[in-house]
């Protein structure tokens, strides 16, 4: 019954490293989203997943950001040759399937992991 | 694109007034989502509106979603130092994508 865990909590790197940031989703869920959090600020929509695939990247702010999903559970955000503009929250969601219905389908409610601190030097 | 706006971006009440924060759609939603996020916290889902005018309550917050299902609100009665955070709303179109409003952050002064 565990929630939606991310790993590390915490990470501070220098500008130029790459960083890989994970989350582990709750069992049986079949959406994955990544968003990002800047101080302050609203939830930045990154990328989300329905199983392994990605409908939609639109989100990606360059071809720096790249992200995947394998087994239909832990999905891994990475970012090459960070920036300081990177850093921020990054935060992990999965929700279930979307509930179809006669005239209508719409998504399910997100549950969030606590999120990873990302800080560049 | 879509977009959700949403209003205001901060309030400050003393505590026992009441509070809302408003959320317009640029596009027809299929369901609105409401989430609350504590200072330090992760969004924590609150409830999920998806009939035209529906309106649900929790205790002292009362959830709206428009006849149109363009807006919806979030109303607060009494507010207590509890309800301190940040509160989102999110429309969804139908598919898995979900567009978060920029929130409003809600002080409550003793």
């Known amino acids: 019954g565990a929630g939606v865990s991310q790993s590390p909590s915490n990470k501070v790197t220098e500008k130029g490293k790459d960083v890989e940031l994970r989350c582990d989703p709750i069992?049986?869920?079949?959406?994955l989203y990544w968003y990002r959090q800047s101080l302050g600020q609203g939830l930045e929509f990154l990328i989300y997943?329905?199983?392994?695939?990605?409908?939609?990247k639109s989100g990606l702010p360059s071809d720096r950001f790249s992200a995947e999903r394998t087994g239909g559970s832990v999905s891994t955000l990475t970012i090459q040759r960070t920036q300081q503009e990177d850093s921020a929250v990054y935060l992990c969601?999965?929700?279930?399937?979307?509930?179809?219905?006669?005239?209508?389908?719409?998504?399910?409610?997100?549950?969030f992991g606590d999120g990873t601190r990302l800080s560049i030097l | 694109g879509q977009q959700v706006m949403q209003i205001p971006q901060y309030q400050h009440v003393q505590e026992g007034e009441d509070f809302t924060t408003y959320c317009n759609s640029s596009?027809?939603?299929?369901?609105i989502q409401w989430y609350k996020q504590r200072p330090g916290g992760h969004p924590v889902f609150l409830i999920q509106?998806?009939?035209?005018?529906e309106v649900k309550k929790q205790k002292r917050l009362t959830f709206q979603f428009g006849e149109a299902k363009k807006n919806s609100s979030l109303h607060i009665t009494a507010t207590q130092t509890t309800d301190v955070g940040t509160y989102f709303c999110?429309?969804?179109?139908?598919?898995?994508?979900?567009?978060f409003g920029a929130g409003t952050r809600l002080f409550v002064k003793a």
């Open positions: 999110a429309g969804n179109t139908g598919g898995f994508k979900t567009i």
């Open positions: 969601a999965s929700s279930l399937d979307r509930v179809t219905g006669p005239v209508q389908e719409w998504a399910q409610p997100q549950h």
């Open positions: 997943f329905q199983g392994n695939s990605a409908p939609d």
């Open positions: 509106l998806v009939k035209s005018g």
């Open positions: 069992s049986g869920h079949t959406a």
């Open positions: 596009t027809t939603l299929s369901n």
